[in-house]
């Protein structure tokens, strides 16, 4: 793990995830002078401005050019540079789709890519601005890596493991205006290891990113209203995936429900229902998330609720796996 960092907790709770990693990139530059940050146009948006100002001699903008600036940062991989790539999740994913899978992912090259506004962070920006494909994309991919952080201090515990993470790597974070899920920086964060958020016997919930605090506080309204026992993983890798969590989980509740702020098709649920389906362990499984759609438009707390991945969602998700009636409130998701 990178040291001599001069954060702390105080400083990471009040920022995003992409300002607490853009922070936390900062530090990493005093101590790896071949780190190197490209943006398309969005050193702004994407929080990736403070280092454009410690670091101007490093620091690249290649414009509305987002195939151009994965070209680039494959050739300063091969020069022997450390560079990180910010665009929303929307145009890395897509617009540089195949950028991505042969110049970075084939020659499998040392470049870290942030989608920013990932899922529905942009929900009234439409599709054309939602991410909820860019997980199945990018997983897809051999040699690549895909984390989503549940939050700034995870997005700062991947930015301190990233730098010494050899190969590509992909991880979404949301526009910023997500709260946070973790109150310490006193944790061990592992790419491609689960963490669990708390222990239960009835039922499983693995969610990943903005679901995460949902999906934890979901648990605590239903021990409290119904007795029921979730237990709640973080699977913030997806790929590599901690199978691992996944079978000791359908082994000891038999139930698991996955929550993702993403199409079900190919991200999380289809992860874990692969997963499953290979090992043969029989377990009941429900995915939440979007359907095979596209996405309506709306603010992203009202997707949200729409489409059943906040904390009445997942609680309905949860009492139908369990077969425990569901209120009239509940029955309107």
Known sequence: ???????????LQDLTAA????????????????IVVLTADLAKSTKLGVFFNAYPERSFNMGIAEQNMVTTAA???LAGKKPYLSTFACFASMRACEQVRTDICYPKLNVKIMGTHSGLSMGNGGTTHHATEDLAIMRSFANMTVVV?????????????SVEHNGP????VGRGFEPPVYDTMDYDFQIGKARTMAEGSDITVIACGVCVLQAVEAAEELADENDVSVRVINMHTIKPLDTEAILQAAEETGKILTVEEHNIVGG??????????????????????VPDVFSVIGYP????????IEIDGIKKGVKQMLDIPVDDEDDAH
């Open 268 to 289: 999380l649920g289809g992860a874990v229902a692969e997963t499953l389906a290979e090992a043969g362990v029989p377990c009941k499984l429900k995915r939440l998330g």
């Open 301 to 308: 707390e009202e997707l949200h609720r729409y489409y059943g």
């Open 169 to 172: 790597l992909y991880f979404r």
């Open 19 to 34: 300002e607490a990693y853009g922070k936390v990139l900062v530090d990493l530059g005093k101590e790896y002078p071949e």
């Open 1 to 11: 793990m990178a040291g001599g960092m001069s954060y702390n907790i105080d400083d």
């Open 75 to 77: 050739g300063l991989a």
């Open 149 to 161: 952080p549940a939050d700034g201090i995870e997005a700062a515990k991947l930015a301190q493991a």
